[in-house]
Nanobody, 126 residues
Framework: QVQLVASGGGLVQAGGSLSLSCASSGHTLRFYATGWFRQAPGKEREFVGALSWNADSTYYADSVKGRFTISRDNTKGTVYLQMTSLKPEDTAVYYC???????????????????WGQGTQVTVSS
């Protein structure tokens, strides 16, 4: 399994921006599609977006489309989630995860990701 470390969360005002990073040990993430998920208090974990291992394909939840962008730097084994126009409803713990299959396109199903970062808190104040 890939070891992942998510970072970059924090407190931001509505309308602001924040960037999250997901780094892998040994840069192994470069072979795996990567997804971002989030979980707000009292709610189930939900899909935010995903990026294929070669960055050819991206997928976003409708709630973040046009505001969030996922990118990756495979030379660093790191995936990024750039969040703009943040809303209070974006408040959640954000997790990055690597897809279970090497060199495969991702899906929106959390169950198909087998390595998870520890989560980073994003709080958007109104």
């Amino acid at each position: 399994q890939v070891q992942l470390v998510a970072s970059g969360g924090g407190l931001v005002q509505a309308g602001g921006s924040l960037s999250l990073s997901c780094a892998s040990s040994g840069h192994t993430l470069r072979f795996y599609a990567t997804g971002w998920f989030r979980q707000a208090p009292g709610k189930e974990r939900e899909f935010v977006g995903a990026l294929s291992w070669n960055a050819d394909s991206t997928y976003y939840a409708d709630s973040v489309k046009g505001r969030f962008t996922i990118s990756r730097d495979n030379t660093k084994g790191t995936v990024y989630l750039q969040m703009t126009s943040l809303k209070p409803e974006d408040t959640a713990v954000y997790y990055c995860a690597s897809y279970k299959l090497r060199l495969a396109d991702p899906t929106r199903e959390a169950a198909e990701y087998d390595s998870w970062g520890q989560g980073t808190q994003v709080t958007v104040s109104s």
